[in-house]
């Protein structure tokens, strides 16, 4: 389980072979955001598999999640 002390807009975190401590990050700025893009490999070619997109706009939090395509999977909308 994650644990999670102060949180802006957006926050990350995330554990990945071969480190002792999880990857845990966010915005600096009450206005913050963050975009973060997750490759693959592809038959010796490096693919985007999902990109995040995570905003502030007119007071509301936007995250959305796309495909390599950039067609939309996931959409979540909420007040900050």
Do not use: C, H
Request: glycine share 12%; aromatic share 10%; proline share 2%.
């Amino acid at each position: 389980m994650f644990r999670i002390n102060t949180v802006r807009n957006f926050y990350v975190t995330g554990k990945v072979d071969g480190r002792q401590t999880p990857v845990s990050f966010g915005p600096r700025r009450k206005d913050g955001g963050l975009n973060l893009r997750i490759t693959q490999r592809d038959n010796g070619e490096v693919r985007t598999a999902v990109l995040i997109k995570a905003f502030e706009s007119g007071g509301l939090l936007n995250f959305v999640v796309t495909d390599w395509e950039g067609k939309t999977l996931y959409e979540l909308q909420t007040a900050r």
